[in-house]
């Protein structure tokens, strides 16, 4: 029997809108990969680790439960090895993203945070926002409604007000950045990092990224990431017409649908990498 025990945990469905297919699959890969190595692996849902059920020292997870990143945070401090980290995910919520990521000089879209009782039509006009984004800032996100582009303050003051009416409290409001969007997958202490523009948005203008580019939206994703403390890690970027690079998202742990098997092996050898480490 091996002597390497590793629990892996689901998302939780609520929490994979559109994706639940995807992100099953690739932590469904990964622990293939896991047991071609010699650990034994056991899958457990998010309902299971709240029932106590996980006692592996080692958890690969995709968790976005408020009570599952606490049970993370809580082994954590117990010695066990987690990954992603329970306070990465916590990391990754909206309103700690952008104070992490403008808080270590990351590129990333000019925000304001408020709650969803406030006025801010005034302010937003005052400070020049019109097409901006609006996304709940206390929690993952479960619906596509949870994320909101807006064409004006006025517009953008009814979707506070709906926010509000469905009982989310805070909100971060983003300025639009015009430009190309990028995908990108990464996983922290390995060579791999990939990127793609995932669909053709009319912007046939906006600048190709060159080698140069490349290697610059690696380092601001691989920075981003280190300072948010997620190691499996995935996101979006924007490319400006003039070339600039902007975070606009960073999400712990993606379905890596686009590379997947790729994304797997890197996965289990990163985590074998900590599991060595630590012994």
């Given at each position: 029997?091996?002597?390497?025990?590793?629990?892996?945990?689901?998302?939780?469905?609520?929490?994979?809108?559109?994706?639940?297919?995807?992100?099953?699959?690739?932590l469904n890969v990964v622990a293939e990969q896991l047991r071609k190595r010699g650990c034994e692996v056991s899958l457990y849902?998010?309902?299971?680790?709240?029932?106590?059920?996980?006692?592996e020292s080692i958890v690969v997870n995709m968790c976005r439960e408020p009570r599952s990143i606490a049970l993370l945070q809580?082994?954590?401090?117990?010695?066990?090895?987690?990954?992603?980290?329970?306070?990465?995910?916590?990391?990754?919520?909206?309103?700690?993203?952008?104070?992490?990521?403008?808080?270590?000089?990351?590129?990333?879209?000019?925000?304001?945070?408020?709650?969803?009782?406030?006025?801010?039509?005034?302010?937003?006009?005052?400070?020049?926002?019109?097409?901006?984004?609006?996304?709940?800032?206390?929690?993952?996100?479960?619906?596509?409604?949870?994320?909101?582009?807006?064409?004006?303050?006025?517009?953008?003051?009814?979707?506070?007000?709906?926010?509000?009416?469905?009982?989310?409290?805070?909100?971060?409001?983003?300025?639009?950045?015009?430009?190309?969007?990028?995908?990108?997958?990464?996983i922290t202490g390995t060579p791999f990092f990939e990127w793609l523009f995932p669909h053709s948005d009319g912007l046939s203008?906006?600048?190709?990224?060159?080698?140069?580019?490349?290697?610059?939206?690696?380092?601001?994703?691989?920075?981003?990431?280190?300072?948010?403390?997620?190691?499996?890690?995935?996101?979006?970027?924007?490319?400006?017409?003039?070339?600039?690079?902007?975070?606009?998202?960073?999400?712990?742990?993606?379905?890596?649908?686009?590379?997947?098997?790729?994304?797997?092996?890197?996965?289990?050898?990163?985590?074998?990498?900590?599991?060595?480490?630590?012994?």
């Amino acid at each position: 029997m091996s002597q390497i025990k590793i629990a892996a945990v689901k998302r939780a469905g609520v929490y994979s809108p559109n994706h639940i297919g995807n992100d099953t699959a690739i932590l469904n890969v990964v622990a293939e990969q896991l047991r071609k190595r010699g650990c034994e692996v056991s899958l457990y849902s998010e309902d299971e680790l709240a029932a106590g059920k996980v006692d592996e020292s080692i958890v690969v997870n995709m968790c976005r439960e408020p009570r599952s990143i606490a049970l993370l945070q809580q082994f954590e401090d117990e010695g066990r090895i987690v990954i992603n980290s329970g306070f990465g995910i916590e990391n990754c919520l909206r309103e700690r993203m952008t104070r992490i990521l403008v808080g270590n000089n990351i590129p990333f879209p000019e925000s304001i945070i408020v709650n969803t009782d406030e006025a801010v039509r005034a302010r937003l006009v005052k400070d020049g926002f019109q097409r901006c984004w609006i996304k709940r800032a206390d929690s993952h996100t479960m619906h596509k409604e949870d994320v909101t582009i807006v064409r004006h303050p006025v517009e953008a003051q009814e979707v506070l007000q709906e926010y509000f009416l469905r009982g989310i409290k805070r909100a971060v409001i983003s300025r639009h950045i015009e430009g190309r969007l990028i995908k990108f997958y990464g996983i922290t202490g390995t060579p791999f990092f990939e990127w793609l523009f995932p669909h053709s948005d009319g912007l046939s203008d906006t600048p190709v990224l060159t080698k140069t580019d490349e290697d610059k939206l690696k380092s601001i994703c691989c920075k981003a990431a280190e300072a948010l403390d997620v190691k499996i890690f995935g996101g979006d970027c924007i490319i400006t017409p003039e070339g600039e690079l902007i975070i606009v998202h960073i999400n712990d742990w993606p379905s890596f649908a686009p590379c997947r098997t790729e994304a797997a092996t890197s996965i289990a050898k990163a985590v074998m990498a900590e599991i060595k480490a630590r012994q």
